[in-house]
């Protein structure tokens, strides 16, 4: 301590407060405006091992974290060099670091745990907003002040966010503390923020160190590698929404991890004062009853009601036979004409194996609970067609109808199946209902919970609701289920569960439905709400969330995703609902594929693409009648598999569909070879196709992979309008360019447990003469996983 001045510029250093690797913090006295300050001075030989320009840097970032103005977080007031000595100068606080804290104890219950916490995240969420990620949070840089309140301080190794690939790789950080990828060296971001409070949380809440080891590097090595665990055994204030929390903010890919630290706070928040679930019997009977006499003055409420409620009581009743429902439905003829298009699309007709044209059969095959769900959603559909918002209540009739088209197919019970259909369809009728009648006061709803840069801070759509309204949309769809004469177990699945999944497997049916309800409606709303190539990633991070509490793996999510689109693609159609282009409701059409990261740019290598063509005046469109062909194709080919048709059989029906369909030259069928480098051409359909099929190669293991191989690899629906393109023909293989050179082709590949099995290749003479529309590209995968199908049946 001899050689520190006691003068530093202005400052008289008055006695020493802490020390570090790098600094030394000091009580001073600032005699300019007369006021304790603290002083962290960098050491000598910091500023010796430093690289070139660090010092110069650790003041710039200093002099950006000076303008953060929060009040969690300790203001830096000045930053400077005097007499080569480097310095920041912050307000001093005199009640200690949560590190002091947490060592002299007593220990914090959870609530005051969680309290503290959310000060920290509040700052934190003010620095990310400047563009500023501490990437140094720990206890030690907690400072605690008279008030207990949370002060984050020493912004000393604060960076910009950098999304720069090419940004410098240096760990950065207190090894205990850090994430796992800025213990690679990643760029700066938020998210190692959000890792180092989930550590700290989870200790305060054990007591317990999370990473310490004696030897920094094997800390560094661990979080890397190693998942970090809340302990178990912790007290009773810890239960399992605290605990899926943390988890959560410690998950090692960013990607599972909590997006921000406002996120992360938003779920602590909701945590520690939960919004009570709504109350059948404390419902707020005038407002429910002014809402509920409004909607019975509009014309189609009454009858709407009537209907929902004849056909649920049918369906409950053990008296009424199957006659009893088939003639309700028949009352109504739209609603039978409807759903006679819908039983008879791919996702039922399998049922009947063949036609359904009567809606008792149809009754007889797909059972009451199947014929209750779909008549209740074309109910509410038909209701909607003539407003003048339409499009608004047909995106979101969509939507409903994706939430419970992904409950059904996450249920391998079909009788919990069929409740979770209807659960997860008016999980959120209140709002449905909101924008169906009332779509001012739902526009409102819309403008609190989404404010138009007016400065106003966001609520969440159960406040803003209630606020409009007078009562939450979720009271509303339940006060209209009971007068519906819903059950109530089909009302505790509208309850929408709060906080995070349970981190074990749900027991109670009645609980795991509500969570099912939740996790389809989750899905559904990042599919409407999030452009095409981002919600791939976000539906795994969801379904990494959930699977645990409903026992199932996130891959069956996805599946079920794509099973849902299928459907709901074939129930759009059957149902001729025409969405304009630019609607959201496409999205919830639209494949889900991963992103493309390699060379290739967006147009080199994309998803099928959908083209919209005119017709002829008079003249049935191309489109409709290859939509046709490959519906028909679809339902003989599952009709002979069910009858056990032979392997090649089916394969051969595939192709013969597609080329028949699509008006192509060839289609040919790749199997992977035993080593599983090679797909090779072993039939097809077409022009010559016995003699060249065998020259349709793809070489899994060329490096730099080439257009096919990369195709394959990805497992990427690819069409290619024009061959002759330079990008496009600088990645074709050589035998591509023999006989078989083809302006315009097709590839579907196979894949199974996330490995290329085959792959249909299709080809036509001319450029642009394979053209596709949403249609189409749906039935088209459905004959690819058909062949994924036929090669497991025949394994099994």
Known sequence: MADIPPQLGRFKLLQQLGEGAQATVWLAHDPLLDREVAVKLLKPQAIDASEPGTVDEWLHEARAVSRLTHPNIVPVFEADTQGGRSYLVFEYVGGGTLSQRLRAGPKLS?????????????????????????RDLKPSNILLDATGRARVMDFGIAARVSPAANAPARIVGTPGYISPEAARGAPAHPQMDVFAAAVMLAEMLSGQRLNHDPDPWRAIQRVQSTDLVLPSGLDGGVDDALRAIVQRG????????????QAMRDALAGW???????????????????????????????????????????????????ASLSNEILTDVALTQKLLRLVNTAAYRHTGGGGISTVSRAVALIGFAGIRNLALSLVLLERMEN??????????????????????????????????????????LGRTLTEFYFPEEADAVRRLVSPAGDGAAPISEATASAQVLGMSYEALGLGVAR?????????????????????????????????????????????????????????????????????????????????????????????????????????????????????????????????????AAGAQPEAVQASQLLAAGIQEITDAMVNGAQLN????????????????????FCLRDARGQVLTGRLGVGTDVERLQTQVRVDLTCQPPDLMAAVCLKGMDTLIQDARAANIAARLPGWFKGELQAQSFLLLPLMLKGAPLGLIYADHADAGAVQLGEKELSLLRTLRNQAVMAFRQASG
């Open 250 to 261: 410690l998950a090692r890919e960013p990607s599972a991890r909590w997006p921000s630290a």
């Open 649 to 668: 059989g089916v394969l051969r029906m595939i192709l013969e569909t597609i080329y028949r369909a699509l008006g192509l030259r060839r289609v040919v």
């Open 110 to 134: 959870a609530a005051e745990t969680v309290t503290l916490l959310l000060g920290v995240l509040d700052g934190l969420t003010a620095a990310h907003a400047a563009g500023l990620v501490h």
């Open 483 to 615: 007068q519906w004469g819903l059950p109530d177990t089909l009302q505790r699945a509208m309850r929408r569960p709060i906080g995070e999944p349970p981190t074990k497997l749900i027991d109670d049916g009645g609980e795991r439905q509500r969570w099912l309800a939740r996790a389809a409606n989750d899905m559904a709303d990042v599919i409407l709400h999030t452009p095409p190539e981002q919600a791939h990633a976000k539906l795994k991070a969801l379904a990494q969330r959930h699977a645990r509490s409903l026992g199932i793996n996130a891959d069956t999510f996805e599946q079920a995703a794509d099973t849902a689109r299928q459907h709901l693609a074939q129930m759009t159609q059957a149902l001729e609902l025409h969405l304009p282009q630019n609607s959201r409701a496409q999205r919830l059409l639209a494949p889900l594929t991963p992103s493309v990261h390699d060379s290739l740019t967006a147009h080199e290598l994309a998803r099928t693409q959908v083209l919209e063509r005119p017709a």
């Open 272 to 322: 520690l004062r939960p919004v009570s679930e709504p109350d059948a019997e404390a419902q707020d009977a005038p407002v429910l009853d002014f809402l509920l006499r409004r909607m019975r003055h509009k014309s189609d409420f009454p009858a709407l009601s009537d209907s929902i409620g004849r056909i649920q009581r049918l369906t409950q009743s053990e008296n009424e036979s199957l």
């Open 387 to 428: 407003k003048g918002h339409a499009q608004r209540l047909r995106e979101d009739f969509l939507r409903s109808l994706m939430a419970a088209s992904l409950a059904r197919e996450l249920c391998s019970n079909q009788r919990e199946a069929e409740e979770a259909f209807l659960g997860a369809m008016l999980h959120y």
